[in-house]
């Protein structure tokens, strides 16, 4: 049961709270220790409430799921997890990082709530709004990357970051709901209502559309962030961006997967290969010039 439990918790997803470090590496704070630790202690209680959204969605979407040909085999979904196990692991899960949320920062506590709050609304509702249920994934997204400013005080952190993780978010957004709808295929209205308002060839358009806004936002970015070196150095960093979301692109439409982005995080190796060289280069740009 301990095991189906942690499965249900996703800690593979737990890689986009990840983003709750942009603030603290764009800032230039990285190896500032008590900048890193409460970062690091906001990116632990953040897992927890994030655990605690997948639990309750899984709870929302069982019957659905119990229909689906690979979300079948969740836990809850295959009777692995009680259902009163996994409510009281959610409530749980979520008192612990809103207290503990408050003892790090009031802000903290105040976005994670909001946060929550948000993804109940979209787990009951939302996602069965075409265009909708993407956005407000989106918005998860911006929330990580600002509650990574509100345990640090930022002093060179840009507003073109938040641009760019809307359009990033909704890249993959859109990515995940084509590779699901290909999953899917003709039956892909029975397992989920918002299936009705997508088409393989108006997700290849807003992809298309979103990609290139990406690259344009990041682009733009390196050229005005505050106090960027005056040779705008940062700007060598933009073909491994480049690489990366040509990479997700070509997965997603050629080889045919992406429903579980960072399942190609964790196992793509080009992908992996251009993000490291990427966050290699920032690394060097913002602390060794």
């Known amino acids: 049961m301990l095991r189906a439990l942690l499965k249900t918790m996703r800690p593979r997803q737990w890689t986009k709270n990840a983003f709750l470090f942009a603030a603290l590496v764009f800032d230039g704070k990285l190896f500032r220790l008590p900048d890193f630790l409460r970062t690091l202690a906001g990116f632990g209680l953040f897992c927890l409430i994030s655990s605690a959204v997948y639990i309750l969605n899984d709870l929302l979407d069982v019957e659905a799921d119990r229909q689906h040909p690979v979300k079948k085999n969740r836990p809850i979904a295959s009777h692995q997890l009680p259902v009163s196990v996994a409510v009281a692991a959610g409530v749980t899960l979520s008192l612990i990082a809103i207290i503990l949320g408050f003892l790090l920062a009031w802000q903290f506590a105040l976005t994670i709530l909001v946060y929550y709050a948000m993804m109940l609304v979209y787990s009951k509702w939302l996602k069965h709004i075409p265009i909708l249920d993407v956005l407000i ?39 995940k709901r084509r590779a699901e709808l290909n999953l899917l295929a003709n039956d892909s209205s029975n397992h989920r209502k918002v299936f009705d308002g997508y088409t393989i060839p108006l997700l290849d358009q807003f992809i298309t559309i979103v990609s290139g806004t990406t690259i344009v936002a990041y682009s733009l970015y390196t050229f005005f962030r505050p106090e960027t070196p005056t040779n705008h150095s940062l700007m060598l960093t933009i073909p491994f961006v480049l690489y990366a979301i040509f990479r997700y692109l070509y997965l997603v439409q050629v080889k045919e997967i992406g429903g579980e982005p960072e399942e190609i995080l964790l196992s793509d190796r080009p992908f992996q290969i251009s993000i490291i060289l990427w966050g290699l280069a920032v690394l060097v740009v913002f602390y060794l010039t």
């Open 137 to 175: 994934l989106a918005a998860g997204f911006v929330l990580r990357v600002h509650v990574g400013t509100t345990l640090i005080i930022v002093e060179r952190f840009s507003p073109w970051l938040y641009v760019l993780m809307t359009l990033l978010a909704l890249y993959l957004g859109f990515g």
